[in-house]
Nanobody, 126 residues
């Protein structure tokens, strides 16, 4: 079972940028579908972005389209989330997820992922 570890969270002013990264340890021979979700206090965990195992398919949640960009390192199970034009409503704990056995066609739901990181806090001040 791979261990996922997020990095890059922090405090930023509205309009600023942050770059999150997530490395999935484990066997390098397995390429995982990777995704980002976020959860604000008192709210459900929300889909943010996802990328297929080969980078050929990319999906974004409606609230981040045009502002966030997901990418992955070609040879590694490492995924990045570039977040621009941040808004206070982007404040949340951001979770990295990896899918290995879950249905390959599910990207925007938690059921599409088998493994989760502990999360990293992103706070956007107004």
């Amino acid at each position: 079972q791979p261990q996922l570890e997020e990095s890059g969270g922090g405090l930023v002013q509205a309009g600023g940028s942050l770059r999150l990264s997530c490395a999935a340890g484990g066997r390098k021979s397995i390429k995982y579908k990777m995704g980002w979700f976020r959860q604000a206090p008192g709210k459900e965990r929300e889909f943010v972005a996802a990328i297929s195992w080969n980078g050929g398919n990319i999906f974004y949640g409606d609230s981040v389209k045009g502002r966030f960009t997901i990418s992955r390192d070609g040879a590694e199970n490492t995924v990045h989330l570039q977040m621009n034009s941040l808004k206070p409503e982007d404040t949340a704990v951001y979770y990295c997820a990896a899918g290995e056995y879950a249905p390959a066609w599910i990207y925007e739901e938690r059921g599409g992922y088998d493994y989760w990181g502990p999360g990293t806090q992103v706070t956007v001040s107004s």
